[in-house]
């Protein structure tokens, strides 16, 4: 019998954060994952190939707009947000800061809340 590995935040996830990947994949982006990291934040990572080659503005520009059809309080609660080129999410991201925020997506250290 084989059982398949769950990531830390998989466990995370709630109707809200599932809401977001919907929305998100049905505006067009590749791949989406979210969850809440606790009762104050939710944490969205997307994956999608327009990214590559493209600095971190330009991609916070091809979100943007898909994040403000979100409910407000949703659109509140996001307080990371990680956009990563396909790329850079299979092998370490050449910037630190992309890199330490997957990581942290990935495995959430505890939340103090």
């Known amino acids: 019998m084989t059982t398949k590995q769950v990531?830390?935040?998989e466990g995370k996830r709630t109707d809200e954060s599932k809401m977001v990947e919907d929305k998100l994949r049905e505006a067009g982006v590749e791949r989406v994952d979210a969850y809440r990291y606790n009762s104050a934040s939710l944490r969205v990572r997307v994956?999608?190939?327009r990214f590559e080659s493209i600095p971190r503005e330009e991609r916070?520009?091809?979100v943007?707009?898909?994040i403000d059809k979100l409910p407000s309080a949703t659109q509140a609660d996001i307080v990371t947000l990680v956009l990563l080129a396909p790329s850079e999410f299979e092998q370490p991201s050449e910037t630190f800061r992309e890199f330490m925020l997957n990581t942290e997506f990935e495995n959430p250290s505890p939340s103090m809340l």
């Open 7 to 9: 990531s830390n935040w």
């Open 47 to 49: 994956i999608d190939k």
């Open 60 to 62: 916070d520009k091809l």
């Open 64 to 66: 943007e707009p898909l």
